[in-house]
């Protein structure tokens, strides 16, 4: 898998520890990003930007389709995004380095997965590979459902439909919306009927549904189940114009169980974002010191005690 857009450090300026970088550019203050509309974007947006903010700087995050996004990544219009799923994200990856237009800031997240995967009760039925879809495309009405139109996961589908792949060149990818599919899902397993979907993980999706990801996809969504790599990208020319910000999101990685329980909140309890940071923060405030070393807030001070103090601790 390819890894850095631009074969190259990300020069964040980044000082030796203990001391302290001077108050950013006002141009800095600002932080523009995008969510694509995926739980677990949201969730760490929210985290950044709750933290932003704890910090003197003002987060501006827009809802953007992901070629949307990609595209104001690339004529500077959106400064960092924190979603670039790899290798899945792959095409927009090489459309940046071309254009020589982002550079990697982090990777902020390991251990991901993404693929199709079924209800367990089918897979138990006997499909448990995508070579088993076409055999009972009766039982799936030849649906596969994906989540939001422009998706790169839905044209990897849409492009193993249009290749006969595994026998699917009769089916068609229902495109949605990742709380549409999933609905989708709970009307189809409190029914038993048959359901094959896209399914990724962090999500709660793992915990509130009993579900088996299919093997066999590797051409289509990389091997270990489309196992993922989960990287921060800035705009060229941002890291070096706004080092301390840049470092800040050099710091910022998560982890499977950071996101889940980020994702929970917000999806099955129905918490705002901002809301579900600050809580899963204030109860995990461990985090922040790895986060935070050598980062100030916007005017030059501390960080950390900034960020506590956001917290109410």
Not at 80 to 92: D, I, R, Y
Not at 100 to 105: Q, T
Not at 180 to 185: D, E, G, N, S
């Amino acid at each position: 898998m390819k890894l850095p857009i631009r074969a190259m450090a990300v020069a964040v300026g980044i000082l030796a520890s203990g001391q302290a970088f001077a108050a950013e550019a006002e141009s800095c203050k600002t932080i523009r990003m995008f969510d694509p509309g995926w739980t677990d974007i949201t969730s760490t947006n929210a985290i950044a930007g709750f933290l932003l903010k704890s910090l003197g700087y003002e987060p501006d995050i827009k809802t953007l389709s992901v070629p949307i996004g990609y595209q104001s990544l690339k004529n500077g219009e959106i400064d960092v995004f924190l979603g670039n799923w790899m290798p899945a994200q792959q095409k927009f990856r090489d459309d940046l380095d071309a254009a020589k237009a982002a550079e990697v800031v982090t990777r902020n997240l390991e251990g991901a997965k993404f693929t199709l995967a079924v209800p367990t009760y089918v897979a138990e039925a006997g499909v448990k590979d995508f070579k088993d879809l076409a055999p009972n495309a009766e039982k799936f009405g030849g649906e596969i459902y994906g989540i939001e139109p422009g998706a790169p996961a839905n044209s990897n589908i849409m492009k193993m439909i249009a290749a006969d792949d595994f026998g699917l060149k009769d089916w068609k990818v229902v495109e949605s919306g990742e709380q549409a599919m999933l609905a989708q899902v709970k009307r189809k397993e409190r029914s038993k009927d048959w359901i094959v979907f896209l399914a990724w993980a962090p999500h709660p999706m793992n915990t509130k549904f009993d579900i088996t990801y299919l093997s066999g996809g590797d051409a289509y969504f990389g091997p270990n189940y489309g196992g993922a790599e989960v990287y921060t990208l800035a705009r060229t020319g941002w890291p070096e114009a706004c080092p301390n910000a840049a470092a800040f999101f050099k710091g910022l990685v998560f982890d499977i169980d950071m996101e889940n329980a980020m994702m929970d909140m917000i999806l099955n309890e129905g918490t705002d974002p901002e809301a579900a940071a600050k809580s899963y923060l204030a109860a995990h405030a461990d985090v922040l010191e790895p986060w935070l070393g050598g980062v100030t807030t916007f005017d030059g001070a501390p960080a950390l005690p900034a960020a506590k103090a956001a917290l109410g601790l």
